[in-house]
């Protein structure tokens, strides 16, 4: 299975591929996708999860006594930040502090 990296312009109407690499996907969490072969498939929240280095299931909170549904998940997941990244970034802002 042969699987292409994609992007969506900003109107959503068509996808964008760059042979190899992809331009930014967009966040409002409706562009999340993978090529493949002739069709797009959107990432599963467990793949979202694990992309932003979230534990499994970290965004699958019951709401109501009902499972989670995917929107709030995909939301959520939107409106985070990598942790990995984060980490980084505050790592690299300690060092310079630490500089005299």
Do not use: H
Not at 2 to 12: K, S, T, V, Y
Not at 24 to 38: E, N
Not at 63 to 91: I, Q
């Amino acid at each position: 299975m042969l699987i292409q990296p994609c992007a969506f312009d900003a109107r959503q109407s068509d996808v964008v591929t760059y042979g190899n690499l992809s331009g930014p996907l967009d966040t409002d969490g409706g562009s999340v996708a993978v090529f493949v072969s002739a069709r797009v498939r959107r990432l599963m929240p467990l793949e979202c999860e694990r992309l932003q280095g979230f534990p499994d299931g970290y965004t699958a909170i019951p709401f109501r006594g009902k499972p989670a549904a995917d929107g709030p998940r995909y939301k959520a997941l939107g409106n985070s930040m990598p942790v990995n990244a984060m980490r980084w970034l505050g790592r690299r802002i300690d060092m310079v502090r630490a500089i005299p």
